[in-house]
């Protein structure tokens, strides 16, 4: 699943997300960040390979309780989920294969 960051869909409570099943990558980032608008194509490419991992963003910012919660402070970060338990963090991904690493880091422990 790839979506655009939307401000106006509820994020998910840290509850919902700490009973998630499977694996997950949270993206924290908002629409008009450049650094994110970057590293959509890598992102998007790295995800393609793992259809089975649901992708979760969240449009972050000042006083969002679930990027504050993970003590997000740069966009995009990415946050890689094992039945809701982080597994591995990407801050600012610049390539492709640092992502699929991490993704593929969920596979080999789930």
Known sequence: ???DFDPHRPEPSREAVDALKGPAVLEFGANWCPICQGAQPLIKD???SYPEVD?????DGKGKPLGRSYKVKLWPTLIFLQDGQEIARLVRPDDRDS???AL???RAGG
């Open 104 to 106: 593929a880091g969920l």
């Open 55 to 59: 992708h979760i963003k969240v449009e």
């Open 46 to 48: 790295a995800l393609a």
């Open 1 to 3: 699943m790839f979506q």
């Open 99 to 101: 992502i699929a690493k």
